[in-house]
């Protein structure tokens, strides 16, 4: 016969087991959700798990996210921020926090690993711009309240018309290290590495060589207009995204990269 002792012992235990077990279920809020995809598009998850994404698919802070070589989607996060991205391109969603009553822990935070992108800012970019930064290898963008769009040259996007021309002014260019162009829309970003920052008005253009070439402007854009999904073309938010902005309607049967 077991002591009184034990059996607390023994009730405790269970007790943090079941805790443990229902903290394990509990998922984690999602950043977004994808809210425009013609193609295929997968996502390698914290746990290393992968699957196949759809319309609606939720977005989750830690998500790696590849676009296959057709493929044209659109994410869109909690605070009406958006991300068009273009066929063949990587980014990982680094970390994503909205408290509308917390505007100073705000925070939208991204890596683009390969390809392009188009990016419209929500309203971090407006309540807390330093909260809002796109990352890559070769240098990082910080925002003002913005629309602005960034490409990746590298074997995989070499033969694409923007980098070609891009890369005319690129002459430090180091082997193996993807060269960054980006161009404003809307609003400044702010491009910083090991080599320098700059600031970029609407309706500029720049290029930067590599991680420690600071960046440079270019005499005007080398196309990214046409090399990247198009993310200005007015379009109802879902409920809760507070988006106005994206590819398209949400029932386009196909997209065009514009």
């Known amino acids: 016969m077991q002591t009184q002792p034990a059996l607390t012992c023994l009730i405790a235990v269970a007790t943090l087991c079941v805790a443990g077990q229902a903290a394990a279920q509990t998922p984690s809020p999602a950043a977004g959700r994808?809210?425009?995809?013609?193609?295929?598009?997968?996502?390698?998850?914290?746990?290393?798990?992968?699957?196949?994404?759809?319309?609606?698919?939720?977005?989750?802070?830690?998500?790696?996210?590849?676009?296959?070589?057709?493929?044209?989607?659109?994410?869109?996060?909690?605070?009406?921020?958006?991300?068009?991205?273009?066929?063949?391109?990587?980014?990982?969603?680094?970390?994503?926090?909205?408290?509308?009553?917390?505007?100073?822990?705000?925070?939208?935070?991204?890596?683009?690993?390969?390809?392009?992108?188009?990016?419209?800012?929500?309203?971090?970019?407006?309540?807390?711009?330093?909260?809002?930064?796109?990352?890559?290898?070769?240098?990082?963008?910080?925002?003002?309240?913005t629309r602005f769009g960034m490409l990746l040259c590298d074997e995989n996007s070499k033969d694409d018309p923007a980098c070609l021309k891009a890369l005319e002014e690129a002459k430090d260019r180091k082997a193996g290290e993807p060269a960054l162009v980006f161009d404003v829309e809307e609003g400044s970003i702010e491009v910083k590495n090991e080599g320098g920052s700059k600031t970029f008005e609407v309706g500029q253009a720049g290029v930067v060589s590599n991680s420690k070439s600071a960046p440079q402007s270019l005499p005007e854009n080398p196309g990214l207009d046409q090399s990247l999904p198009s993310s200005t073309a007015a379009r109802p938010g879902p409920a809760g995204m507070g988006g106005s902005t994206g590819l398209g309607s949400d029932s386009d049967a196909s997209c065009t990269v514009q």
Request: aromatic share 8%; no cysteine.
């Open 34 to 145: 994808v809210s425009y995809l013609s193609g295929t598009m997968y996502v390698q998850t914290n746990d290393n798990k992968t699957r196949i994404l759809a319309r609606d698919s939720a977005i989750y802070s830690g998500d790696v996210i590849t676009t296959e070589k057709t493929t044209v989607a659109r994410i869109e996060f909690g605070d009406g921020s958006s991300l068009a991205l273009k066929p063949r391109s990587q980014v990982k969603i680094d970390g994503f926090a909205f408290d509308e009553a917390k505007p100073e822990k705000d925070s939208l935070l991204y890596s683009l690993v390969k390809g392009g992108l188009r990016a419209v800012t929500g309203l971090i970019g407006k309540r807390n711009r330093e909260g809002y930064r796109a990352s890559t290898v070769t240098a990082t963008i910080g925002i003002r309240g």
